[in-house]
């Protein structure tokens, strides 16, 4: 690499980091921040040490300190500083030292900072050149412990939504294995009584839908873990082919309103117009299906009101609530794995349908956003080309 590409590509690195300069004596100070900032990097001018070893604490890239500006307090405040660093930080320090004996000699000030931290001699004079080099250098390295610092967290809130979903998991999948458990064994109960001939039938028929339905549930929350899975590995599949999408809406709405009536949600359909294009079937099926089952679940007693409309090559499937609404700030969250725009210890949902939902109209080459305020309802909108 080019010596100048190289600058470049430190420069980047370093960006937003600056270095702590403290040099007491004459314009020192003055003219290594100048030969700094001539560079592109951002230096700031300390008086005292107890001002930059907070700062070391915030927003720095490196420490310069000429070795005139060392007492024994100084030596002993930057070593406090270094040793509490947190384990990701290790910030580089530069000590300018004149050739000769000084107050505090170059090597005692090394012994003593050397086994705590990142600590470099630079023997002056020298040209700025060598300075703005070795100063790069060290920010480049500093650059690289926030990279760390930046996967730490990462990793950090990836644990915490695993661990979370881990708990939601469990309670979605446990209340209809327990209601399936219930459900059997009054079955058994009831045939180990010899109930006469002709009750059994209609009682073991409802017991039976009713562990249907909770089949049903257990299936869908596996799908959606899969799906999720499928997603994050980039193997989410899209089969498209030609049908009209407005049928396919009036479908899935008459399929769904027995849901939506028995969470007191008056329907509203406006589905009038046929809309042919190239959409996955059973994908966009899914995706009206959380939509709905969101509006039973956070607008019950609320209407709702299901529409298509299309203009020119695209059409918007649009979902319409006067539920509790979203707050602002959350209206993005809603569409991450594992989030959810509900109250604390509201466990319903894995938070996984609508980030499946926005994966499946970015896999069509849409979008699909949300319009909301916290207690006024929601609006979700589905965009989509006719022929993706």
């Not at 993005?332 to 949902?349: L, S, T």
Request: proline fraction near 4%; hydrophobic fraction near 45%.
């Amino acid at each position: 690499m080019a010596p100048e590409a190289a600058q470049n590509e430190a420069k980047v690195d370093a960006a937003g980091l600056d270095v702590l300069i403290l040099a007491p004596t004459g314009q020192d100070a003055t003219l290594l921040a100048k030969a700094l900032r001539q560079e592109g990097i951002s230096a700031v001018i300390f008086s005292d040490i107890d001002s930059l070893c907070f700062q070391i604490r915030r927003n720095a890239g490196a420490v310069l300190i000429a070795e005139e500006a060392f007492t024994s307090d100084v030596v002993s405040s930057l070593k406090s500083a270094i040793q509490n660093q947190e384990p990701w930080s290790d910030i580089p320090i530069i000590i300018m030292v004149s050739p000769g004996r000084t107050s505090l000699p170059a090597g005692r000030i090394l012994r003593i900072l050397a086994p705590s931290g990142n600590v470099t001699l630079l023997e002056r004079p020298f040209h700025p050149v060598t300075l703005v080099s070795m100063v790069m250098v060290a920010l480049r390295a500093r650059s690289r412990q926030y990279q760390v610092l930046n996967l730490l967290n990462l990793q950090e809130r990836a644990t915490k939504d695993r661990d979370d979903f881990i708990s939601i998991a469990s309670h979605e999948l446990k209340t209809p294995l327990t209601s399936m458990k219930l459900q059997t064994e009054l079955g058994l109960r009831m045939t180990s009584r010899g109930l006469l001939a002709e009750e059994l039938p209609e009682k073991l028929t409802r017991l039976l839908r009713s562990n249907h339905t909770e089949v049903d549930k257990l299936v869908r929350l596996v799908d959606d873990m899969l799906d999720a899975t499928r997603i994050v590995s980039g193997a989410l599949t899209i089969r498209k082919s030609e049908f009209d999408l407005t049928s396919l809406v009036r479908e899935i709405v008459e399929k769904f309103r027995p849901l939506l009536t028995n969470a007191d949600c008056a329907l509203h359909v406006d589905t009038n117009e046929a809309v042919i294009g190239t959409f996955d079937k059973f994908r966009i099926e899914q995706v009206l299906s959380n939509l709905l089952t969101n509006a039973a679940r956070y607008a019950a007693g609320k209407p709702v009101w299901v529409s298509v409309c299309r203009i020119d090559d695209r059409v918007s499937l649009i979902v319409r609530d006067e539920g509790k609404g979203i707050p602002a700030e959350k209206r993005e969250m809603i569409f991450e794995r594992f989030k959810r725009a509900v109250a604390e210890g509201d466990q319903r949902g894995l938070g996984l349908g609508l980030f499946i939902s926005r994966q499946i109209v970015r896999a069509h080459h849409g979008d699909i956003h949300v319009e909301s305020q916290s207690g006024q309802g929601a609006i979700f909108i589905v965009d989509l080309p006719v022929h993706g």
